[in-house]
């Protein structure tokens, strides 16, 4: 309490205990949200990373593109932990771990593991983090990253658990949204598709908080927005409209964000038949667009983008997939404590 | 006779006994009280539970109640109350008078007693306990859940299990 100044005295002099505890517990949580320090850390959410803490992680980002480091990670040894499969997030980590001179170990699906020997999660992370200096994973299973850090004190990766959560991919949106942008605060910012079910739209609205971004949220009534995602974006301020149609974001829009509609989302068949071909988007589409609007995906996309967008200055889901190697390669270097 | 006065029946020691130890879960919001039981497993209780449902209350117009009788609640146990709950008032009861109330707390974090709604939470799924993060937005009545690890919100209605 030496430390404090008088009229911090005051303050806390007229709180109850709990009224100072509960304070203290408060600045502390934003303390460790926002320190800059990732050493030993592990990024299981975007909800624990604070604006400086996003912006320090896409300073180092863009550093990795611009000026490889072959040999930061040489003698670290990366747990390349896939419980279900994956394409992008499985080969850019390793890549990225590749790249940065370390090694990898690990496995690509559950099947070879001792899960299948009914073997907890808790029990295989805590053995892999005793072979390993930082893991990267996916689970199927939401929570799962949250409970692979307390088996292990080595950092945890997350590359998505389950429908939760899945940090690097709104890093890499974020960075791309900067890359393309050349800023990150007070863009409009278009999400399209199914905004219902898909955590990468949720995750990155949840991050956009922090950017005083506007955003415009385009789907079917069914597959709309979730009211708890609606209701954080209010207690932050953050202006937001709903529309139906792609066609009445597509002038004002920074960015365009789609998705991807899965028919296995739709208990009735033919409501998915009726809007199925509302949300794609084509080159004739975005005759209206602003010369710097990119439109982003986080892929795989299945006809929800035409083919013939791909070549338009708009397209940018190709360099947003590239994007998630620098993305990666700045996280393993920050928690392994060789970026600072 | 009107039907603001109180006939004999509606005097509450014709209705719930006076007990000689233990604890009266008093001011339980009206439907809530059922799930206090399975909470506190007060089903499997050795001693006598009685409970009292719609009792009129002059706060909060219809009111549940709850006397355990030989178990004083702790104060862990009185704040599980409270997420079911909020504005509830435990008695300790010995030897037939009120020996200690307290209004109970809103906890920050419940551990362990609910099962998270959500089937592929990995609590459901490995033998572990749960957590919740508890809020609500200066209305006590309305408190949010969020699962630590699968970071799903619930509201009360959405609780349907409870480990002991």
Known sequence: MSDLSTEEIKILEGLSKEEILAKLKSEAEEQHKSRKTFFGRDIISIHELSREGILHILKHSKGMKETPQPDLLQGYVMGSCFFEPSTRTRLSFETAMSRLGGKIIGFAEAGVTSAKKKETLYDSMKIIGQY??????RHPMEGAAQRAAEATDKPILNGGDGSNQHPTQTLLDLFTIQE???????????????????????????????????????????LQMPNYICDDLDKHGV??????????VVSSADILYMTRIQEE?????????????????????????????????????????????DHTPHAYYFEQAHNGLYVRQALLGLVLGKLT | MTSEQKT???????KVYAIKAGTVIDHIQVGRAMKIIDILKLASHKSTVTVGLNFPSSNLGRKDIIKVENRELSPEEANRVAIFAPNSTINIIRN?????????????????????????????????????????????????????????????????????
């Open chain 1, 132 to 137: 390993v200096d930082v893991i990267a994973m």
């Open chain 2, 96 to 164: 037939f008078k009120v020996a200690d109330k307290f209004k109970v707390k809103i906890p920050e974090i419940i551990n362990k007693i609910i099962v998270c709604p959500n089937p592929t939470c990995i609590t459901n799924n490995e033998t572990m306990s749960s957590c919740f993060h508890v809020s609500h937005n200066g209305d006590i009545n309305i408190i949010k859940l969020r699962c630590k690890y699968c970071e799903k919100i619930f509201i009360h209605d959405d609780i349907r299990e409870y480990k002991s």
């Open chain 2, 8 to 14: 004999p029946e509606d005097l509450r020691a014709f």
């Open chain 1, 239 to 248: 202006k937001y409209t709903l529309y139906e149609k792609i066609a009445d």
């Open chain 1, 265 to 309: 989302r739709f208990p009735d068949k033919m409501e998915y038949e009726k809007i199925k071909n509302t949300y794609v988007l084509d080159s004739k589409m975005l005759i209206s667009a602003k010369p710097n609007m990119r439109i982003m995906h986080p892929l795989p996309r299945v006809n929800e983008i035409a083919t013939d967008v």
């Open chain 1, 180 to 222: 393309c942008q050349g800023k990150l605060d007070n863009l409009n910012i278009a999400m399209i598709g199914d905004l219902k079910y898909g955590r990468t739209v949720h995750s990155l609205a949840q991050a956009l908080t922090n950017f005083n971004a506007t955003l415009s949220f385009v789907a079917p009534e069914s």
